[in-house]
């Protein structure tokens, strides 16, 4: 089975080929960020407007690296959320009217299952149950996953997304733009334990998994004034260190609470965040885990994770509807505690 898969969900412009949800023939990611450097984060309407401008070419490459013609590809599938509404609706058009054209299956697909599904790509021997950790620009969950599409949420941040977290602190230190990667290189020159940030006490009851990310960041921030008086400790990189080991602290003492409750020892990462070198080092040294984490081209929006997460549902003979719209929401996936319910 083979899948050509389309992701316009935010900034990142891709189209990949994949055979049997495993094996990536081509892998094309055209990336905005030169567009939306001058803002320090993704405008929305250029976003969509650049999707408009690339998307043929980015799926003509995709299918030119992949060796294959239209003949070759079995389904089209693309995100159809959560994201933004209407960079969303160029790639899921676009994927909609090719599969129409050549009367070809079409499934839209879910980025946070696909974020979750990329390690899939990779690794044969990843056996459910395990616990899901998407940590990305726009969400950061723990979820109990059962199957490629059963995920039991069971907790989300109440407040910023974490790599939100560090696009937001390096947007106001002028430490670079993506964040996540800029303040990862300044910390690897810094001293984590120069500034001490608190941690949000959220852990009781109903907010046991809960994350938040909004008071660390406003922290941050607030010791901007003292850091351009360029006095003793308050440099770059020691910010740098310190926020980021403070935003993996938040994460992992959830993640490693929820491998304790549940008794479930393998953890999958995914989302542009797993990229961070600290994170992974830091999940390395608790050794009740098996952590699995995708390659760094795989932690960040690509189609190829489109394409693999699309492959178990249309083996099982799923295909959606042509009216399958866009939406920025995130799924009602089942919740740990029912007061979380999202609806759509
Ligand atoms: O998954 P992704 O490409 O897009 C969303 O679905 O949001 O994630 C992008 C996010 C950005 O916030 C970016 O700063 C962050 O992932 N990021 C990182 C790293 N690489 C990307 N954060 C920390 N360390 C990194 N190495
Ligand atoms: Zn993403």
Not at 75 to 82: D, K
Not at 145 to 174: L, Q
Not at 257 to 283: H, K
Request: glycine share 10%.
């Amino acid at each position: 089975m083979t899948i050509l898969g389309i992701e316009t969900s935010c900034d990142e412009c891709a189209a990949a080929v994949v055979v049997d949800g495993k094996k990536i023939l081509s892998n094309v990611v055209a990336t905005q960020i030169e567009a939306h450097r001058p803002f320090y984060g993704v405008v929305p309407e250029i976003a969509s407007r650049k999707h408009l401008e690339w998307i043929t070419g980015v799926v003509k490459q995709g299918l030119e690296e992949s060796g294959l013609g239209f003949d070759g590809i079995d389904a089209i599938a693309a995100t159809m959320r959560p994201g933004l509404v209407g960079s969303l609706l160029v790639g899921l058009s676009f994927a909609k009217a090719l599969a129409w054209t050549l009367g070809k299956p079409f499934l839209g697909i879910d980025h946070i299952e696909a974020h979750l599904y990329a390690v899939h790509l990779e690794n044969d021997n990843i056996t459910y149950p395990y616990l899901g950790v998407l940590v990305s620009g726009g969400h950061t969950l723990i979820a109990r996953v059962a199957n490629f599409d059963d995920f039991e949420v069971m907790g989300t941040t109440i407040d910023d997304a974490c790599g939100e977290a560090f696009d937001k602190v390096a947007k106001f230190y002028d430490l670079g733009y993506p964040g996540g990667i800029a303040i990862q290189k300044l910390a690897e020159k810094g001293n984590p334990t120069a500034f001490r940030f608190t941690k949000p006490s959220l852990h009781k009851g109903e907010h046991k998994y809960d994350v938040s990310y909004s008071g660390l960041k406003n922290a941050a921030i607030n010791q901007l004034d003292l850091f351009w008086d360029k006095k003793s400790s308050k440099t770059a990189e020691n910010i740098a260190a310190s926020f980021q080991r403070t935003a993996v602290d938040i994460l992992l003492s959830r993640v490693f609470a929820a491998v304790r409750d549940t008794g479930i020892s393998t953890v999958i990462f995914g989302g542009g965040v797993a990229a961070n070198t600290y994170l992974r080092g830091s999940v390395a040294q608790n050794h009740d885990v098996r952590a699995v984490f995708p390659s760094l081209s795989l932690c960040t929006d690509n189609a190829a994770m489109i394409a693999g997460a699309a492959y178990p549902r249309f083996v099982r003979g799923q295909t959606s509807d042509m009216q399958v719209n866009a939406s920025a929401r995130v799924h009602a996936f089942r919740w740990h505690k029912p007061k979380k319910l999202h609806k759509e």
